[in-house]
């Protein structure tokens, strides 16, 4: 399983979804990245495999950054789930 996570301006939690496939997930990341640097302020909806009824929309310029993670095991399992900030 493969997990999208989502920072946004003004709040300490993220919003992630989950996609099953590594070329989901990478399709996906791309798309945010797209619509991130589009600079339009358009909403992006978006599903969750591991929870077919959990739906998000999201205000493309409220997004700070995002993260792709494989959570299915291998170098990076039992590291959670953010974002690391170098400099003070």
């Given at each position: 399983?493969?997990?999208?996570?989502?920072?946004?301006?003004?709040?300490?939690?993220?919003?992630s979804?989950?996609?099953?496939?590594?070329?989901?997930?990478?399709?996906?990341?791309?798309?945010?990245?797209?619509?991130?640097?589009?600079?339009?302020?358009?909403?992006?909806?978006m599903?969750?495999?591991r929870?077919?009824d959990?739906?998000?929309?999201?205000?493309?310029?409220?997004?700070?950054?995002?993260?792709?993670?494989?959570?299915s095991?291998?170098?990076g399992?039992?590291?959670?789930?953010?974002?690391?900030?170098?400099g003070a």
């Open positions: 399983m493969y997990t999208i996570d989502i920072s946004l301006r003004g709040t300490p939690l993220g919003l979804v989950q996609r099953k496939e590594s070329a989901d997930a990478e399709a996906l990341y791309q798309q945010v990245l797209a619509a991130i640097k589009s600079g339009n302020p358009t909403i992006l909806e599903t969750c495999d929870e077919p959990k739906k998000a929309a999201v205000l493309v310029n409220e997004i700070t950054a995002v993260q792709l993670s494989d959570k095991g291998g170098a399992a039992g590291r959670a789930a953010g974002f690391f900030e170098l």
